[in-house]
């Protein structure tokens, strides 16, 4: 449940006329587009490609955002908002993405949600399909406390933030929340997609615990 003061402090910006930018006009406007990505079925991982930026990924640390390129009015779908806050930043995070998962398919569950995610992606816009990645870098705010200049960061806080708007705006957030820890309406919505979309095979081996989640999430 969201904290009384954080929803009393978001109907105070609205009073006073501070609203947020739409998730899809920030990514557009104040966001950096690094590349576009694809998904490897055969190994389970991704593959970054058309890059738009010469530097690669950064070891900076923030947000990042999986977005499709559809015709609405901003010309975005947000699939996923996610953070960035290990030691190698962006770049640590990303390699989780682009390395072979299917050796670990069989411990590690994680993988298997990230797996499932990404062919429903497919089978909503086509197989073989191009993301776009967009990354939002962050820097510590310094706080003072009781005489000492402390650092803090804001990135799980922004990304929370970020998640629960674009999720409000209508985006299909098809990506979000893999590990499975709740049931979203990101995840109701998945689970009506997987049940339009039977030829879907999410059960490329038989102890698939995505199977099972949705139907506990029934």
């Known amino acids: 449940m969201e904290p009384e003061y954080q929803r009393e402090s978001d109907e105070n910006l609205i009073k006073a006329g ?9 990514l557009k406007e104040d966001a950096i587009l690094v590349c576009d990505v694809s998904y490897d ?5 991704c ?7 010469s530097w690669g ?22 699939l996923k908002v996610g953070k960035a806050e290990g030691a190698n930043g962006f ?20 993988v298997w949600f990230i797996h499932n995610a990404m062919q429903l992606v497919e089978a909503h816009y086509g197989e073989n399909c191009s993301m776009q990645l967009y990354i939002l870098p962050l820097e510590d705010v310094r706080v003072e406390k009781d005489g000492h200049l402390l650092e803090a960061s804001i990135i799980r806080s922004y990304e929370k933030a970020l998640s629960k708007q674009a999720e409000s705006e209508g985006h299909s957030m098809l990506l979000s ?9 990101a ?14 095979n999410l059960s490329i081996k038989s102890n698939n615990p995505l199977l099972q989640f949705f ?3 029934t």
């Open 18 to 26: 501070i609203r947020p930018k739409p998730v899809a006009r920030l």
């Open 215 to 217: 139907d506990d999430a």
């Open 177 to 185: 929340g893999q590990d499975g820890k709740r049931h979203s309406s």
């Open 91 to 110: 770049q640590g995070r990303f390699h989780q993405y682009t390395s072979s998962a299917s050796g670990r398919a069989d411990e590690d569950r994680t």
């Open 57 to 78: 990924i950064p070891k900076e640390k923030g947000v990042y955002c999986f977005a499709k390129d559809i015709d609405n009015k901003w010309g975005l779908d947000i």
């Open 41 to 45: 079925s055969e190994r389970m991982g």
């Open 47 to 53: 593959d970054f490609f058309n890059w738009r930026t």
């Open 187 to 200: 995840y109701l919505r998945r689970d009506a997609l997987l049940r339009r979309n039977a030829n879907v």
